[in-house]
């Protein structure tokens, strides 16, 4: 009870003694903010990349081909083998049997005029092109609608767009009838096909995707941790052919 009692004094105390040392003062409450955004800065990358789980099918499986997300820089080659042609992808897709499933990404963000029907003026989107399998090579369910799958590669297939849960909620008011309604991009008719769950975007941890030179593809894979992955070399050359 005395501690109480004495507390109100004791704080009057410590504010006036701050008070007669302004310089001090702010040295302390500099040192204090910077420790604290320090400390909380430090806890969540750790609890982003450490403690939560990746939302993904067995995250410890996956593999990035390549050896960095910079490849190409003013068009010039760094030795970096992390961007593909999309034959070149077919072909490490169909002859690299260490990998049960290969999928491709486009290289970096797609910046997109979509219109809504009844929609008089069209709203800028951020989108990536990917293949036919990239939502089932990461495991990932649609909680809306469907997934992209092998059939939306065909040529001769309908254009399908899926959208992520924060686009739905964010840009479509979290709209139940969202899916299967027909949207244009750049001009071209597109019909949402689904909708990704929450905290899902896609081959990054983050909302916003870093956005290196378009025109080439990444592609990640999925192998068994108990598989011959160790031992896969595999060194194509930037933007290749083959």
Known sequence: MLFWRRLPDDLAFS???LAQSPGFTLTCVLTLALGIGATTA????????????LPVHRPSELFRLGDDDNCCVV???????SLYSYDLYRHLRDH??????????????????????????AEPFAAELVSGNY????GVAAIRGRLLGPADDQPDAAPPAVIAHRTWERRFGSDPAIVGQAISMNGVAVTIVGVTPAGVYGDTLSPNPPEPPAGCISSAGRAPESGPI???RASPRCCGSG
């Open 135 to 138: 939502f089932a090579t990461f």
């Open 42 to 53: 430090m806890f969540t990358l750790i609890q982003q990349v450490l403690l939560n789980p």
């Open 15 to 17: 504010i006036r003694r």
């Open 75 to 81: 068009s010039g080659l760094q030795g970096a083998q």
């Open 230 to 232: 160790k031992s896969l």
């Open 96 to 121: 690299t049997p260490e990998f049960v499933d290969l999928a491709a990404f486009q290289a970096g963000a797609v910046a997109l005029n979509v219109r809504r029907p009844g929609d008089t003026t």
